[in-house]
């Protein structure tokens, strides 16, 4: 293996740790300290100036600044990555890269700690869950060819979320924070490493009671609570081979009360954080379960084999308002003078018997599979290659069992006049199998590392229906296969100019495949980029420039992208291009003084356009002319950064700028009722160490309580979240 390949490994497996007023690291005694594991390791921030490819990498330090909960605000850190806000703490994020769509996450690949997140990420990977973010040690986006290495979604790249590594010595931390509308935020862990076992606890409580208000009382927060467990073997130290055996286990819960119903143009401007009485008993339950095992072993200095098994399993029941009399809540509130009467009755006023139908949406989910990756190193002539060859087996499936119940509003309150039987709604399984393979050769040429890769898909897919009739599953009403072969190339090539300058550049196919019984073709594209990145002491900067040419662009009907359209439909849009610009600069102007003072920048322009024309069912795209811009992509995003960092204090202030979108297709100016709204909203953070194991600590978010618009689905006007402070203390042992 190379020097140069061998320090960037190296630095990958140090664990993150705060920067000093000149820009270098200290380690933090007693943090994990493990072999190169490929499955798990999918970057670091010491590779990211070798990767061939736009990489971003928020390690431990940078994620303490401000100590988010939020997910949507940590992203937005990283340029090229976009973000619809749902319910104002990130629970359900609907995340983006490069214009690949904000639906759900839908359309790029999702991981922790390496390994697929999603209930179903072939059969149904818009279903409703996220990592907890209070757990994530780390945070790595990759766009460009690098994305080939994690699959199968290879349109827009890959995020992985870290999370907390098994220490090598005793050491714990506990974190709690209280803030108003009951907010209680609490985390804390401890583990150690011996000579040769070593283990991890960890857990998360987080509730509130919901900065919205419900017409006529109740509760529009939640309560989560995650648990995560670690166990480790190592080899003894006289062992002819290294091996590492990993066990790790989660569960988590969440009960949050929340809806899809949002508020007429009127009534947001008068209240935007109100909520209909009909919204009063929307409530979604879920609990997730992951089992993990993970084994290494260096078969000899330049060969090395990391396994994965894996299975995770999922259930939520999301009991929410979905018509009225037949007219979507959609419809409703883009029109509520031409559905007047359904409107009032939304409002409190009472309706006739049966009007109002929530739905028990139950599904049950499960993924299981086995993945590994083989390293091999060897030399050609002046060359040196660090190859790889991986391999995942996987299945996944959705199960949907749904019954709808009927309501009647009488004085604000609802009474439920029909209860429907499990089943008669909804009856059906999506299944997926998959065989997926690659292999990627980075290779060391003098001053050149090209990274070429190759990526193969094989899908099986397969929906079953069942009659709604009773809800049994006695009668199969159709069976619906569909088999995808996919080959997906890309090549990337970085060329060091200098100690401090890099060119990169890459090319790669992106993909994207259908759902179970969809109709449509896979999703396909050709993504290029070209970049520079600089670093020098407390300097560091990138530009990139990115082209998405899509051969076809889907569009999928969920419940959340609301509209009159059936859920799991997929619609081909055709030709389209997405390209854009990417900035970021940090900077240090403390240099080696005693106060340290960061400051840093990420930009996104995006220019994203339909280049042929269509009239489609899908809601958000509608009748669409050739040159139309696509719907809830941003044309601007910024984030502005600045902090002042003493020995035992800290303070940072962060701006992010949110561009307005157009919610459907469209071109030219923004149509009033067809839009989000462009804001500046601003956190502040502040710490104090009263001695080395304890900091207090406060956040505002959204300082200036900017009132905005972040969407116009699933139905109606939605929110940002308003003001919200925090204060808290975090003790490390």
């Known amino acids: 293996m190379s020097p140069l390949l061998r320090a960037a490994i190296l630095l990958a497996l140090l664990p993150a740790a705060p920067a000093f007023a000149d820009g270098e690291t200290a380690i933090h005694p007693g943090e994990s300290l493990v072999r190169l594991d490929r499955v798990n390791v999918f970057g670091s921030r010491h590779e990211v100036a070798k ?18 909960r939020d997910v949507n605000r940590v992203l937005r850190q990283v340029p090229g990555v976009y973000l619809v806000e749902e319910e104002g703490f990130g629970l359900r994020p609907n995340i983006g890269i490069r214009g690949s ?59 992985n979320l870290l999370s907390t590594p098994i220490p090598t010595e ?8 209280l803030g108003e509308n009951g907010t209680l935020l609490s985390h804390g862990w401890i583990g150690s490493m011996g000579e040769r076992f070593g283990g991890l606890v960890e857990g998360v409580r987080q509730e509130t009671s919901g900065f919205k208000r419900i017409d006529g009382g109740g509760d529009a927060g939640y309560e989560l609570n995650d648990f995560v467990a670690k166990l480790r073997w190592t080899s003894a130290p006289d062992a002819a081979r290294y091996q590492q055996l990993d066990l790790k286990l989660g569960r988590n819960t969440q009960d949050s009360n929340e809806t899809y119903l949002g508020l007429t143009e009127d009534d947001f401007a008068a209240s935007p954080n109100r909520r209909y009485a009909a919204s009063r008993l929307d409530n979604i339950q879920t609990r997730h379960q992951l089992f993990e095992l993970r084994h290494l072993v260096e078969l000899s200095d330049r060969v090395d084999l990391t396994t994965v098994a894996y299975r995770t399993e999922f259930q939520r029941n999301w009991y929410k308002l979905n018509d009225v009399q037949g007219v979507s809540i959609a419809s409703i509130l883009d029109n509520p003078e031409t559905y007047a009467s359904q409107y009032a009755w939304l409002t409190g006023a009472t309706s006739p018997v049966n009007a109002l139908r929530l739905r028990n949406n139950n599904r049950s989910y499960y993924a299981q599979g086995l993945q590994g990756v083989l390293g ?32 009647q509003m009488v004085a604000g309150e609802l009474v439920r006049t029909t209860n429907g039987a499990p089943g008669t709604q909804e009856n059906r399984v999506g299944d997926a199998e998959a065989l997926s393979l690659y292999v990627q050769d980075t290779i060391e040429w003098g001053r050149w590392i090209l990274t070429p890769g190759l990526r193969y898909e ?73 970049g520079l990145r600089y670093g020098r002491d407390a300097l560091s900067a990138e530009l990139v420039g990115f082209v998405n040419d899509y051969s076809n662009l889907v569009g999928t009907c969920t419940a959340s992208t609301g509209g009159n359209c059936t859920i799991g439909d997929q619609f081909d849009g055709g030709e389209a291009r997405i390209s854009g610009l990417e900035a970021s600069l940090s ?60 020995e035992r204090w800290r303070l940072g202030l962060a701006a ?16 009033a009722g067809k839009g989000t709204d462009s804001a500046w909203v601003w956190d502040l953070s502040a710490g104090y160490r009263v001695n080395a194991r304890l900091e207090l600590y406060g956040r505002v978010e959204n300082l200036a309580d900017e009132t905005y618009v972040v969407a116009r689905r699933p139905a109606g006007l939605r929110p940002g979240q308003p003001r919200a402070t925090v204060l808290g203390l975090r003790y490390q042992f």
Do not use: C
Not at 376 to 403: C, I, K, N, P, S
Not at 656 to 667: C, E, F, Q
């Open 51 to 68: 990767t061939a490819g736009s990489a971003h990498y928020l390690d431990a330090a940078t994620l303490e600044k401000f100590n988010y």
């Open 101 to 159: 769509g904000t639906d759900r996450n839908n359309r790029i690949t999702v991981m922790e700690d390496g390994v697929l997140i999603a209930p179903a990420p072939y059969a149904a990977p818009a279903a409703y869950y996220f990592p907890t973010m209070a757990r994530m040690h780390a945070v790595e986006v990759k766009k460009g060819a690098a994305s080939v290495q994690a699959g199968p979604r290879t349109t827009g790249g890959a995020l």
């Open 170 to 177: 005793t050491k714990g931390e506990f974190d709690l924070a």
């Open 376 to 407: 091999v190193d060897f030399d050609t002539g002046a060359a040196r290659h660090d190859l790889e060859f991986g391999l995942r087996l996987h299945r996944d499936q959705e199960d949907r069992y749904q019954d709808d119940d009927r309501y």
């Open 458 to 530: 094989r899908i099986d897919l397969t929906r079953t229906s069942y009659s709604t009739a009773t809800g049994l599953r006695d009668v199969v009403l159709s069976t619906v296969e569909t088999q995808v072969d996919e080959i997906i190339p890309g090549l990337g090539a970085t060329y060091l100019l200098s100690d401090e300058l890099t060119v990169f550049a890459s090319v790669h196919r992106g993909f994207n495949p259908p759902g179970p019984a969809s109709g449509s073709e896979s999703e396909k594209s050709v993504n290029a980029e070209f």
């Open 587 to 646: 900077y240090d102007f403390g240099g080696n003084g005693p106060l340290s003072v960061p400051v840093s920048l990420a930009y996104t322009f995006t220019n994203a356009e339909f280049r042929n024309s269509f009239s489609s069912g899908f809601e958000e795209w509608g009748d669409v002319a050739s040159g139309d811009k696509l719907p809830y992509l941003p044309e601007h995003l910024l984030h502005l950064e600045a902090g002042l960092q003493g």
């Open 656 to 671: 992010n700028y949110l561009d307005a979108m157009r919610t459907v297709a469209g071109r030219g100016a923004i149509p």
